[in-house]
């Protein structure tokens, strides 16, 4: 049975006047791969940072496999730390960056050398470790930073956003990397990002932070599927979901969703809706499809963004803009007409007072 | 062939230019860059030069206006001043209390910027504003307090009078200078360190240290460039002729030569300044990667 190896209770952080943290909760399992998630600004950051010793702790309690560790130093806490801009040494050869926390803990020199060939042999260094910083790709420099973390045998990892300096492409082959990493060494890791496809595909479990609050903690389909509130909802998913506001209204004994402009969209038949209930109606972009059914609802496309794999398309529903993705290439050019589909078994629907899933 | 064809295509594009656009375009770096270096060139080495050239004059010679060059180069001036009674005494004065104005200075300073620069603690601004007082203030304007001040503690014609205004004058300068350089280092280096172990001293030692290295060594040839130069307190606080150091030592040989020998002034002078500059030529590399890489952060 997994045990919570890292669990953060009531925890709360203030800068000043500025309240950062709202009471956290959370419990991360051991070996497990957690990303943390959310906008600019959020707390995600500050409680990886508060988790690695770098900020004090308002109130509450961090521990770290089954230890308290609010006032134990950073060095003794077990953990080991990527940052965004690599915080190499830059006067110091590559082997000297991968050697200095164990020197600095008086790790016996046989050991050091050992620790250094594997870790250099694990991240493909073998070959860098004489070369400066300066003289490394941002690849190269990324996993060097990996690499002075791993030689510390940390019992969990934290990464804060590692890959933001990387370009999109050096940043693909980067997340499979640390994935791969992660699966290797079972290390229970903390992972923050403000990118939701570096979320998605690496979490075991992800957890989705706003305001200095966590929204919703599942897997990353889980959340993707069923998101518990607006916030989540809008912030998983690219192109975002869409959000329409609307009331419920009763047709020949069936419900439907009607728009403020009067159309109506399709409700599922089962829904325990009141009619004339204002309700927030989300259906993803992809979840939205062309249909040749004279019954489907007329749109005006208004823009066309072909991705190649797939076609990101805006489309203007009587005055209402829509979000529609097509994995198949679509012909349409803006100004075409079209109708749409909507996959009812696929409907989010909130509360648009509470912003709670209904 | 090919370049004329290329030159007449070029032609075609665009306009052609007049003479004195081309000529301007093609020396502007010469106008912007070089005149203004030559300029500075001239203006820092030309007395020095003259200082040198005279120094290997004759004594009369000097009072000819129409030499610059020497006829007969000597070194008798420069005899002259090795012979003066003193004048290793005053070499050595100079040398020590340059090097303790320099060493303490750094050490206390360095230990200062680290504090402003990544303690946060109430009033930062403005003590590191108030660091700056002892050096707004006119130096002359302190003679008089320092001197019976130094008197009180019976200090006066003590290396240690010259140690504690030197220092004191030095700390400043030095701080302010690291203070920058130590903001530069990115916190997150620093905060790897703390993850890896590493204690203040150990962060200060093998991390933000060798990085604001060259501020280190412009802080340290600007309290050495202080130390020597220093007159103002020398004069009013040192009366012992064995306690000088070489600029008072200078200002006090006319006094004490008795005939205006300017070729043993300036033999004097070319000794007095030497040493600076050889510090500054073996440090110069490191003081411009020092300015150039502060301009940019």
């Given at each position: 049975m997994a045990t919570s190896y890292v669990e953060y209770r009531e925890l709360t952080k203030r800068f000043g006047s500025t309240q950062i943290l709202h009471g956290i909760n959370l419990q991360i399992e051991e070996s497990e791969f957690v990303v943390l998630v959310g906008p600019s600004g959020c707390g995600k950051s500050t409680l990886l940072r508060m988790t690695a010793g770098l900020e004090t702790i308002n109130s509450g309690e961090i521990s770290i496999a089954d230890r308290v560790v609010n006032r134990v130093r950073a060095k003794d806490r077990g953990i080991a730390m990527v940052f965004q801009s690599y915080a190499l040494y830059p006067h110091m050869t590559v082997a000297d960056n991968l050697s200095f926390g164990l020197k600095m803990n008086k790790t016996p020199l046989e050991r050091i050398t050992k620790s250094i060939a594997s870790a250099a042999s694990i991240l493909k260094l073998s070959q860098l470790l004489k070369r400066l910083p300066a003289q490394l790709s941002g690849g190269q420099r990324q996993r060097v930073a990996m690499g002075r973390a791993l030689?510390?045998?940390?019992?969990v990892f934290l990464f804060d956003e590692p890959l933001s300096n990387l370009d999109a492409k050096l940043r693909v082959g980067m997340r499979a990397e640390i994935k791969a990493l992660h699966q290797r060494l079972k290390t229970t890791t903390i992972y923050v990002t403000h990118d939701q496809i570096e979320a998605m595909t690496m979490a075991d479990r992800v957890v989705v932070m706003n305001d200095g609050r966590i929204e919703q903690v599942g897997a990353p389909l889980e959340i993707y599927d069923r998101p518990e509130n607006l916030f989540v909802a809008d912030f998983l998913g690219s192109p975002a979901m869409n959000l329409l506001s609307g009331k419920v209204v009763h047709n020949d004994g069936r419900m439907d969703f009607e728009l403020e402009n009067g159309i109506q969209l399709p409700l599922p038949d089962n829904s325990a809706l009141r009619s004339d209930q204002q309700i927030i109606y989300g259906i993803r972009p992809e979840h939205v499809a062309f249909t040749d059914d004279d019954n489907g609802l007329p749109v005006n496309l208004t823009l066309v963004e072909p991705a190649g794999w797939e076609t990101h398309l805006h489309a203007d529903l009587s005055g209402i803009s829509l979000r529609l993705l097509s994995v198949e290439r679509v012909g349409a050019r803006p100004g075409d007409s079209a109708r749409l589909a909507v996959d009812t078994s696929k409907l989010h629907l909130f509360d648009p007072t509470t912003g709670r899933r209904i | 062939m090919n370049r004329q064809m290329t030159r007449t295509e070029e032609s075609t594009l665009r306009p052609e230019p007049g003479i004195l656009q081309d000529w301007l375009g093609r020396y502007r770096r010469f106008f912007l860059i070089g005149l203004p270096l030559a300029f500075l060139i001239i203006w820092t080495m030309v007395p020095i030069l003259w200082a040198f050239l005279a120094s290997l004059k004759n004594p009369l010679e000097i009072y000819e206006s129409s030499t610059f060059f020497p006829r007969s180069p000597s070194l008798a001036a420069y005899q002259t001043v090795l012979a003066i009674d003193g004048f290793g005494k005053w070499i050595f004065n100079s040398v020590l209390v340059t090097a303790v104005a320099t060493i303490v200075p750094l050490i206390l300073s360095i230990l200062a910027a680290y504090g402003f620069a990544r303690y946060l603690f109430a009033f930062r601004h403005v003590l590191l504003l108030l660091y700056l007082i002892p050096r707004i203030i006119p130096r002359v304007s302190l003679i008089v307090p320092l001197n019976d001040l130094m008197t009180d503690l019976g200090l006066i014609n003590t290396y240690w009078v010259l140690y504690l205004t030197y220092i004191a004058s030095a700390v400043p300068l030095s701080t302010w200078i690291l203070v920058g350089f130590f903001r530069a280092v990115p916190r997150e280096i620093e905060e790897s360190a703390t993850i890896d172990g590493a204690n203040m001293w150990n962060r200060l030692r093998h991390v933000i240290l060798p990085i604001a290295w060259p501020g280190v060594v412009t802080a340290a040839v600007l309290c050495i460039r202080e130390g020597w130069n220093e007159f103002a307190f020398v004069l009013a606080l040192v009366t012992e002729t064995g306690m000088r150091t070489l600029p008072y030592a200078l200002y006090m040989l006319k006094d004490s030569m008795g005939v205006q020998n300017y070729a043993v002034y300036n033999a004097f002078t070319i000794l007095t300044v030497l040493p600076l500059l050889i510090v500054y030529l073996l440090l110069e590399r490191r003081v411009v990667e020092s300015i150039v890489s502060g301009a940019v952060k």
């Open positions: 030689v510390r045998e940390p019992e | -």
